[in-house]
């Protein structure tokens, strides 16, 4: 069965730093296109940033120049760093992973993030 492991939420002032990371594991990882997506509450869940297989890279306009997402295949790890936090970005955290050509898709769990002002 197909696992993608958060990690690397918390709580955090405005304007610091947090890393997540995501481990998959019983996935052929370097196929999957590896994605954050985050839910606040009463909100719909939005996407934040995509990794594609061949490492191409797209963030929300909301996180462009504060957030970064990486892969590393050889771990089969995606994560995010997250810097200038602001108390906006106050979420629920998921790892998501997408097999274009199947459509295979699987989510984590979901990591916390809150930011306070």
């Known amino acids: 069965q197909v696992q993608l492991a958060e990690s690397g939420g918390g709580a955090v002032q405005a304007g610091g730093s947090l890393r997540l990371s995501c481990e998959a594991s019983r996935l052929f990882f370097s196929i999957y296109d590896m994605a954050w997506y985050r839910q606040a509450p009463g909100k719909q869940r939005e996407l934040v940033a995509t990794v594609s297989s061949n490492i191409d890279t797209t963030y929300a306009d909301s996180v462009k120049g504060r957030f970064t997402i990486s892969r590393d295949n050889a771990k089969k790890m995606v994560t995010l760093q997250m810097n200038s936090l602001k108390p906006d970005d106050t979420a629920v955290y998921f790892c998501?992973?997408?097999?274009?050509?199947?459509?295979?898709?699987?989510w984590g769990q979901g990591t916390q993030v809150t930011v306070s002002s």
């Open positions: 998501h992973a997408h097999q274009l050509t199947s459509g295979r898709q699987y």
